[in-house]
């Protein structure tokens, strides 16, 4: 990745490599986040969830499902969906956006946005009394 910002003086060429060095160990993830939309009653998405989770669970199963989940407002509310995907292209995650049977019978309405993971963490703990293992 590489950042240039415009500005008058030296200083510029002394940034662009700070911002290189700094960045050049980076994730550089590529992934692609799918905001979900509701454009029907409540009632035709709940109908077709049980299809829908069924499907989120095939994709997770083949790797190419990154996280799911409802997004709420602040108040509470539902506001739609967020999924994120492992795909080699937006082509690749619009097809697999597509074959979402909330996408395709009409209810939910999507966009499709990439996005490079480069900084982030998570940890992983595993108790051996009872075999568990919660990512924290």
Same mark, same amino acid.
């Given at each position: 990745? @590489?950042? !240039? =910002?415009?500005?008058?003086?030296?200083? %510029?060429?002394?940034?662009?490599?700070?911002?290189?060095?700094?960045?050049?160990?980076?994730?550089?993830? *590529?992934?692609?986040?799918?905001?979900?939309?509701?454009?029907?009653? =409540?009632?035709?998405?709940?109908?077709?969830?049980?299809?829908?989770?069924?499907?989120?669970?095939?994709?997770?199963? #083949?790797? $190419?499902? /990154?996280? #799911? =989940?409802?997004? !709420?407002?602040?108040?509470?509310? &539902?506001?739609?969906?967020? $999924?994120? $995907?492992? &795909? #080699?292209? /937006?082509?690749?995650?619009?097809?697999?956006?597509?074959?979402?049977?909330?996408?395709?019978?009409?209810? @939910?309405?999507?966009? $499709? @946005?990439?996005?490079? !993971? %480069?900084?982030?963490?998570?940890?992983?703990?595993? %108790?051996?009394?009872? *075999?568990?293992?919660?990512?924290?």
């Amino acid at each position: 990745m @590489r950042i !240039v =910002r415009k500005s008058k003086g030296s200083g %510029n060429a002394d940034v662009t490599q700070t911002v290189q060095q700094m960045t050049q160990k980076m994730l550089g993830k *590529q992934l692609y986040v799918v905001h979900t939309t509701p454009v029907a009653p =409540r009632e035709q998405i709940m109908a077709l969830l049980p299809a829908n989770l069924e499907h989120q669970i095939k994709l997770e199963k #083949a790797g $190419i499902m /990154f996280g #799911a =989940r409802p997004v !709420v407002s602040e108040d509470g509310s &539902a506001a739609g969906g967020l $999924i994120v $995907i492992r &795909a #080699a292209s /937006f082509e690749a995650a619009k097809k697999i956006a597509d074959s979402d049977p909330l996408h395709k019978a009409g209810p @939910r309405s999507y966009r $499709i @946005r990439q996005w490079t !993971v %480069n900084e982030g963490c998570y940890s992983r703990r595993i %108790n051996y009394s009872d *075999q568990s293992v919660t990512i924290e």
